[in-house]
């Protein structure tokens, strides 16, 4: 069975200081792994914005973001100029391609996406993405070709620009296996690898979970042998930093349950996308995790019934 690591790199921080230590981790135990870049401004600090959302203040609470985070990326954006992540920390990013991991897109304004892109049109999603891939190609001198949105957030713009973009496979949503989204009641050329596992910040400081066991509750989701694919993702800013030998924990015990580890291009490689099923994408609450996701929909037949 294969288990794809997917690492969400959202900060200045996390590119500078936990992108090499993943690098380092990964390469002890012969693991892959694809890492999804913010390549524009680290604007962290606007986060503040969600104060008002339901949950965040608890979840910013329990999973100790100064700590994580670091007081100056938190104030990036308000009292701080944002850095341009992508020039700043360009020669990073291209190490992880040069040691042989996959690299693809995570966004251009992390925050910018993450609380604005499901509300807002086609036109300003197209713009955004543009912008992105722009900054990815400055740094790669290719274009990504695979994304994976900031904070699970999506609209059905966002998907189709993936399709012209000429991805295969992105990891955009939450859900338990690999799909063809259906966008508009049609499905398109681009498809869905989602996060099938709950990620650490949405378990820590719940029922008693601590950065002690968390990596004994989460093997129990996969264990106690590989039965089926998962994808798993983490951030550069937690498992590559303060959480780190949490990471190396759940390496070891995934390799022990027998899963290869493996970037998404060799989950999408194993595939065939003719047996994919076909699913609407829903906005929907995960627990742990404040505000909507895009989540997998139940599969939909040919003729437009619940398969």
């Given at each position: 069975m294969l288990l794809a690591l997917k690492i969400d790199v959202d900060t200045l921080r996390?590119?500078?200081?936990?992108?090499?230590?993943?690098?380092?981790?990964?390469?002890?135990?012969?693991?892959?792994?694809?890492?999804?870049?913010?390549v524009g401004p680290d604007h962290t600090g606007r986060a503040i914005r969600r104060v008002f959302r339901p949950g965040?203040?608890?979840?910013?609470?329990?999973?100790?973001?100064?700590?994580?985070?670091?007081?100056?990326?938190?104030?990036?954006?308000?009292?701080?100029?944002?850095?341009?992540?992508?020039?700043?920390?360009?020669?990073?990013?291209?190490?992880?391609?040069?040691?042989?991991?996959e690299v693809g897109v995570h966004c251009h304004d992390h925050i910018r996406w993450q609380d604005f892109v499901a509300q807002r049109d086609?036109?300003?999603?197209?713009?955004?993405?543009?912008?992105?891939?722009?900054?990815?190609?400055?740094?790669?001198?290719?274009?990504?070709?695979?994304?994976?949105?900031?904070?699970?957030?999506?609209?059905?713009?966002?998907?189709?620009?993936?399709?012209?973009?000429?991805?295969?496979?992105?990891s955009d949503t939450r859900g338990e296996s690999p799909f063809i989204p259906l966008i508009a009641g049609r499905p398109l050329g681009c498809a869905q690898l989602p996060t099938t596992l709950p990620t650490l910040d949405e378990l820590l400081g719940i029922d008693g979970i601590t950065a002690d066991n968390v990596a004994d509750v989460l093997l129990?989701?996969?264990?106690?042998?590989?039965?089926?694919?998962?994808?798993?993702?983490?951030?550069a800013e937690l498992e590559g930093m303060a959480l780190r030998p949490?990471?190396?924990?759940?390496?070891?015990?995934?390799?022990?349950?027998?899963?290869?580890?493996?970037?998404?291009?060799r989950l999408w490689r194993s595939l065939d996308p003719a047996t994919l099923p076909h699913c609407p994408v829903l906005s929907g609450e995960l627990p742990g995790r404040s505000g909507t996701l895009a989540l997998q929909g139940p599969p939909i037949g040919s003729d437009g019934a619940l398969a």
């Open positions: 996390g590119t500078l200081e936990g992108v090499p230590q993943l690098i380092e981790t990964l390469r002890q135990v012969g693991a892959g792994a694809t890492f999804l870049f913010s965040f203040v608890a979840k910013v609470n329990r999973t100790s973001v100064v700590s994580h985070y670091g007081l100056r990326t938190l104030l990036y954006g308000t009292l701080l100029p944002g850095p341009h992540i992508g020039r700043r920390a360009g020669a990073i990013m291209r190490q992880v391609r040069d040691a042989g991991f086609a036109a300003w999603t197209e713009r955004e993405m543009q912008r992105a891939v722009t900054e990815f190609r400055a740094v790669f001198g290719t274009a990504p070709r695979t994304h994976g949105a900031a904070g699970w957030q999506m609209n059905d713009a966002a998907f189709k620009m993936e399709e012209r973009l000429g991805m295969d496979y992105a129990t989701r996969t264990g106690p042998t590989a039965t089926r694919n998962h994808v798993y993702t983490l951030h949490t990471f190396a924990r759940l390496l070891s015990g995934w390799k022990a349950q027998g899963y290869e580890l493996v970037t998404m291009e």
